[in-house]
C-alpha cells in the first residue's frame, strides 16, 4: 500500500504522522520502551497536542531483535497471534550514553539515537550494518476518507541489497520492485496471488526480517521508496523481528527456531504418488487399472490419491465413500494395501448443505456465524457451504472424529486442500478472533487440527499432510504443493520459483503437480516434467480433466518415469538424511543458489536451478528442444547421470534427451546411494554404496545416513592426504565404495 506521492509529497486523502526524534526510554527487565515524540521537541509545550509512537524492543530468543510500535495502546489487540517460541531470558544487555541506547542480544543489535530531529534505529550484526529506520520511515497513516488507520515501517535497502521470499510466490524470485500483498486467495500459479502468503523476507545481506500480524500485510519492496523495504497494516500496533542468523542459510535456521521446525515426514512418502485426477471419472476398477498399468510396466508407485470424487459430488465434505461408485471402500483399501500402497484421500473443511453433517455441525454451533448467530454460507464451490469454526475446540475435535474413521479405514494421510476463501465481513468466530487476521490463519488452525490427528493415531513418525495454503508457522505441518498450474513449461518455471520463495519461509519439503494441473501436457512437458518431479522432495502425478498415467501421452513416457522413480528410490539415504536435517535444522530441502553459495554474486539472481540437498545441482529443463543453460558454483561438479565432470564458475548450455538432465554432484560429497530401486523406504544401512565425487586433498569429511525412521544409522568419515582417501564406516553392512575422479579411494 503506497502513502506518498513521489519522494516528497503525501498522497491525498493521507495524514501522516512520523517518528521525529527521540524523546525518553525506560528499561523493564531486558525490554526497552522507547517513546518516540511525532514533532521535535523545542520545549515543553511542544508535548501538547501531539501523537506519540511507543516503540518496545525486545528478544525472544538471541540474535533476534523484535519492534512493537504502539500508536494508541488502549486499542482492540485480538487475536489470532503468530505461535512464537522463546528462550530462557539473560541474553539480553542494554547500555546507554548521552547519544545513544544499545540494546543487544547475541551479536545482534538496535542502536536507538538520541540526536534531536533526527529519529534514527540502527540493526547491526557487530559493527556492520545490516537495516536501518529514519527520516520519515516508522509513521502512523490516517485515511481522513476511509478513516482507517496504518502502522508503517520502512528499512533500508543497501546498494546491491536482494529481497526474497514472502511465501511462496510465483512472481520474479528476486522481490524488489513489487508490491506483495499477504493475503491467501485461490488464485492458480500464474498471477500475483498465492495460496502460502507468509510476511517473512530474506536479503542477500544475510538477515531476515518477519512482521509479527496474521493478516493483511502490505509490502512495497523498492516499489515505493526504491531504497526502502516498507510494511504495513491497519492496526495501530505494528511488531516486527530482525533476525540475523549471520548468513542466508542461518537466518532460515534461525526463523525455524522462532516459528517451528517441520516434522519429518515418513520416508514412505518421498516415493511416487499417483492420483485419480479431479474431475475424471473413476471407480474401483479404473483405479486398480491405474494400479496395475503401473505394475505392468515395472514403474514402482507407493501412493495412491483419491481426489474430490471419492464422495458425492454436492456433499464436499461428508468424509464418506460414495457408494454407488465404492460399494465396498473397505476392501478396497485393504487390496491396495495388499499391493503395498498408501492411501491418501482429498478433504477440505468446507461442509455443504447437501452433506449430512451440515444439520449437525449447525445444532452444535460448529461452522463460522454471521453476527446474528445465524451460520455463513455462500454457494461458491459448494451450494450453500458453511466453515468449519477452528477456533471451537469442540468443533476441532468433531470434525477430527470424521477423519478417524477414515484413517481406521486404511488411510494414510490426507491432502487438505483449500483453506483459502475465508470472508471477513460480517461473521464472528467462536473465540471472537479478528476476522481479517483471521482470513490467512484459518488455514493454520485447519492444518494444525488434521495433523495433530494423524500424530495421535499414526504416531509422530508417521503424520502427514499434503496441503495447499498455508500461513507464517505452517512449515510444522508438511508437506505442501504449489497449487494449480497449467501443463506448459512456463507454468512449471513458475511453479519453482514459488517453491523457492517459500523454502525461504522456512518449509524444508514441497511438491507440484508433475504434468501439470490444468490442461494436458504433450508428451514432452510430461517427460520433462516427471524428471523435475523426482527430483523434488515430494513426488506427485495430478491433474484435473485428464489422468495422468505415462501411457497415455507415449510409450517413451512410461520409461522416463520409470528410470527416475528408481532414480529417487536409490537416492533415498542421502535424500533421508537432508529430510533429517530439514526438520532438524529448518533448512529446506530445495534450496535456491544463493542460500547454499552466498558469496557467489551470479547465484543471487538465479530461479531455474536449485540445490537438492548440501551436494545435489539440479536444472530441470525448459524448453521443448532440450536446451538448457546452468551455472555451477566454483570447484568441480560431476554429472551423476553421465559421469562427465565439470569445473565451476561458469555457465553451460547443453541439450539433453529425456533420460538425462543436469544433475550435478558438487565436489568433495561422499553421496550414499541404496541398493533399492522400487521404493523409498528400505534398509539404508545395508548395501549402500559410498560414491566419492572430486575429494581433494587434505580435506576431511563427515555425514550421517538416518535409518528409514530418520533415526542416526550410519557414521562415515573420509579423509584425503597424500593423495588417497581413507574411510571410516560405523553402523553400515555389505557396503562399498565407489571413487569418481581423482584421487583414488584407500579403504583401511
Known sequence: MKFTNGYWRIREKIEPVYAVEYYESEILEDKLVVY????????????????????????????????????????????????????????????????????????????????????????????????????????????????????????????????????????????????????????????????????????????????????????????????????????????????????????????????????????????????????????????????????????????????????????????EWDDETFPDPEGMLKRYKERGLHICVWINSYIGQKSRLFDEGMEHGYFVKNLDGSVWQWDLWQAGMALVDFTNPEACKWYQSKLEKLIDMGVDCFKTDFGERIPVIGIKYYDDSDPVKMHNYYTYLYNKTVFELLERKLGKDKALLFARSTAAGGQKFPVHWGGDCTATYPSMAEDLRGGLSLSLSGYGFWSHDMGGFEQTASADVYKRWCAFGLLSSHSRLHGSTSYRVPWLFDEEACHVLRKFVRLKCSLMPYLYGQAVKAHKEGIPMMRPMFLEFPDDLTCETLDRQYMLGDSLLVAPIFKENGQVSYYLPGGKWTNYLTGEVKKGGRWYTEVFDYFHLPLMVRENTVLPVGACQDKPDYDYTTGTTFKLYQITADTEIHIVVPDINGKEAVKVCAVSQNGKVTMEVIGATDWKTESVGEPDTVIL
Open 36 to 319: 518516540v515524540a511525532t514533532a521535535h521537541m523545542g520545549n515543553r509545550g511542544n508535548t501538547l497536542n501531539q501523537p506519540i509512537l511507543t516503540v518496545t524492543f525486545s528478544s525472544p530468543m538471541e540474535n533476534v531483535v523484535q519492534v512493537s510500535a504502539v500508536h494508541f495502546k488502549g486499542a482492540l489487540y485480538r487475536g489470532p497471534h503468530f505461535e512464537v517460541n522463546t528462550q530462557e531470558k539473560g541474553f539480553v544487555s542494554i547500555q546507554e550514553d548521552e547519544e545513544k541506547i544499545v540494546f543487544l542480544t547475541g551479536r545482534t543489535s538496535a542502536v536507538i539515537y538520541k540526536a534531536s530531529d533526527a529519529w534514527k534505529v540502527e540493526f547491526k550484526d557487530g559493527d556492520r550494518l545490516l537495516t536501518e529506520s529514519s527520516f520519515r520511515n516508522l509513521a502512523y497513516m490516517k485515511n481522513k476518507e476511509t478513516k482507517k488507520n496504518y502502522m508503517v515501517e520502512q528499512l533500508l535497502l543497501d546498494v546491491g541489497e536482494y529481497v526474497y521470499g514472502l511465501g511462496e510466490r510465483y512472481t520474479p524470485f528476486v522481490k524488489n520492485g513489487q508490491t506483495v500483498e499477504i493475503w491467501n486467495e485461490d488464485g492458480g500459479t500464474a498471477s500475483e496471488q498465492t495460496y502460502k502468503n507468509v510476511p517473512f523476507y530474506i536479503t542477500n545481506k544475510g538477515y531476515g526480517v518477519f512482521v509479527g500480524h496474521p493478516g493483511d500485510v502490505h509490502f512495497e519492496l523498492g516499489s515505493e521508496k526504491v531504497e526502502r523495504v516498507q510494511f504495513s497494516v491497519e492496526a495501530e500496533r505494528l511488531d516486527y523481528y530482525i533476525i540475523n542468523g549471520g548468513s542466508p542459510k542461518g537466518t532460515v535456521k534461525l526463523y525455524t527456531d522462532l516459528t517451528g521446525k517441520p516434522a519429518l515426514p515418513p520416508s514412505w512418502s518421498f516415493g511416487l504418488w499417483l492420483t485419480t485426477s479431479f474431475t475424471t471419472s473413476y471407480d474401483e476398477e479404473t483405479v486398480t487399472g491405474f494400479i496395475q498399468g503401473m505394475a505392468d510396466r515395472d514403474i514402482p508407485l507407493h501412493t495412491f490419491h483419491f481426489d474430490c470424487f471419492w464422495m458425492k459430488g454436492y456433499e464436499w465434505c461428508n468424509f
